[in-house]
Every structure is written in structure tokens, then in C-alpha cells.
């Protein structure tokens, strides 16, 4: 658990000298090979009926996993291909293997469950203030493992008519966008927890083109590839249905 130890002091000197935590200020994009999370139709929720249909058994890297890293572990100065705290690059599965945290099928010897579940405040993953990750993430990212940390794709269809805050928007806000616009160091002062922020996005079309890449907003989700065309659609449905709260 050293290289914890390691990782931590290193952000730690990070957000002390750039008074900003790894939180802040991303430098350049990190993911190239995040295959198809641009809307080719790859099992991130495009539709493509050339892959299987996504078995509810199963833990699918780029749908499941990958977001939750970029989301909580690759801000500035921490995992990301340009900073690679500790020799760590979360920012796709290539670079999660290559830095050698995960053992297929063996959770509670890969560092990166390790990290994510220690007991030790000194050493948790994310480190403060950031917050833990939640017990659906960590939970998943276990059964990843167990599963033999695979780099599998499937179709996940991609439901644009029951298109709800709740059901549809509150959980893409908490995969791709929440590991950074939460809690008291909030990305950009940005917190997207609550219905109220999330709507005020929409309605100043932040939301939709942040997410669209429209040059006039930072693209989002940040220090990542786009997210799945699915995924906006959805958002776009949802803010141009006046971003109700059902
Ligand atoms: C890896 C961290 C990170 C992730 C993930 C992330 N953001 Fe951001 N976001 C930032 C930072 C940092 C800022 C403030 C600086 C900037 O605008 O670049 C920001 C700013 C924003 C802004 C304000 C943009 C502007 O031009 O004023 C919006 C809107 C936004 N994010 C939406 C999102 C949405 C929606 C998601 C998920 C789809 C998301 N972000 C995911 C880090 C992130």
C-alpha cells in the first residue's frame, strides 16, 4: 500500500502548489482509444446489432467501468495519460492494464480494489476531499475483476422514448459526470447531485453543449472521449421536453 501512500502525498503536493486539487484545470485529453465511445456503435448504448445484447450478468469495461474511473480517478494531476500519477493511467482499458492495478479474477490483490475499499484514510482512492466512490461503483468494479477484467462490448439498445429525470438523467449524471461536479471541491464550482442544478444546465444549454462539444462551453465530460451518441440523445430528448422532474 505504499504506492497509495505515494499517489496520495503526490496529489496532495499537487493541489498544495497549484492550490487547486487534481480536481482542477484538466490538462489535454487522455482518451483516444476509448473505441467507439463516439457514437460508432461499439456496445456503449448505440444499437449496434452486430454485438451481442448486453447480459445483465456481465460487466462491460467501457459502459460500466471506464466512466467511473475518468469520473473519479483521471483529473489533473492524477491518472490521466498526461500526469499518470504513481505510473497509474485510468483513461481507457489498454492503459488500465498496462499500469498493472488489476489481477483478472483477483479483487483483493489488484490495487485499484484495494485503493477504492482500504480502511485506511491515509490511503482510500479517491483521496479527500473528494468522496468515495459508491457501493454500486465499487461493487461493480469488483465483479469486473471477478469476471476476469475482460474488455467486453455488447449492444445495449438505446431507449429514447421513457426518457425520465430519474431513470435516465440523475444515473448519466452519476456515471460520467458526478466523480468531478460534486461534493465541496466540486469541478469548475459545479455541483449536479440535485434535480435543481441539473435543470439550471439545461436551461442555460450548457448542459446539452457542453456535451455536444459546442465551442461555446468547455466539452464534457472532461479529459474524455464524447459521451456514447445514446446517452446524448437522451439529454437532448430530456432538455427539450423543458427538463421535467419525473
Ligand atoms: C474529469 C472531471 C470532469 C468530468 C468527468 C466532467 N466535468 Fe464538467 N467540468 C469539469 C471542470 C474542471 C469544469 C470547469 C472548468 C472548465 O469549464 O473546463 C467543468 C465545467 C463544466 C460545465 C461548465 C462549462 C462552461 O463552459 O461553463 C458544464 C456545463 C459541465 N462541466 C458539464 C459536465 C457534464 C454534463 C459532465 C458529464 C457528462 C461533466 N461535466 C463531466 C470537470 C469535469
Known sequence: MQ???????????????????????????AIANNNGNNGGGNGNGNGNGSLPPCDPDSVYFDQQILPILVSN????????????????????YAAVMAS??????????????????????????PPAPAA???????????NWILQGAQDLHCDAGCDTTYVTYSNTIAPLMSTYCNGCHSGANASGGIDYTTYSSVSDAAADGSLYGSVIHDPNWSAMPKNSAMLPQCKIDQIRIWVNAGAPNN
Open 3 to 29: 504506492n497509495k501512500t505515494i499517489v496520495l502525498i503526490f496529489c496532495s503536493i499537487l493541489a498544495v502548489t497549484s492550490f487547486t486539487s487534481c480536481k482542477h484545470d484538466v490538462p489535454q485529453p
Open 73 to 92: 480517478c483521471t483529473m489533473s494531476g492524477c491518472h490521466n495519460s498526461t500526469t499518470h500519477a504513481e505510473g497509474i493511467d485510468l483513461t481507457s
Open 100 to 125: 498493472d492495478v488489476v489481477k483478472p479474477t483477483h479483487p483483493y490483490s489488484s490495487d485499484l480494489y484495494k485503493s477504492i475499499t482500504t480502511n485506511d484514510p491515509g490511503d482510500i482512492m
Open 132 to 142: 468515495h466512490l459508491l457501493t454500486a461503483q465499487i461493487t461493480l468494479i469488483k
